[in-house]
């Protein structure tokens, strides 16, 4: 990797606040996996999940 990561964290950064109104603090406290997730495009979803589904993910990911 030829770049480093202050150079690459602070491009991020910087796309993170204009893309997504996101100030430091929230960059700094988000996961790389949540940043990513939050800059895709959205899903092509024509119908949203049942109440069934919603309730199997709460479950799923309750984290007590």
Do not use: K
């Not at 939050?38 to 949203?48: E, I, K």
Request: proline letters at 9%; hydrophobic letters at 40%.
């Amino acid at each position: 990797m030829s770049e480093r990561f202050a150079d690459m964290a602070l491009r991020c950064a910087g796309l993170a606040a204009s893309a997504l109104s996101w100030t430091p603090d929230t960059f700094w406290n988000a996961t790389p996996a949540e940043l990513l997730a939050s800059l895709a495009p959205p899903q092509d979803s024509t119908t949203p999940p049942s109440r069934d589904q919603i309730a199997r993910m709460i479950e799923r990911d309750d984290n007590g």
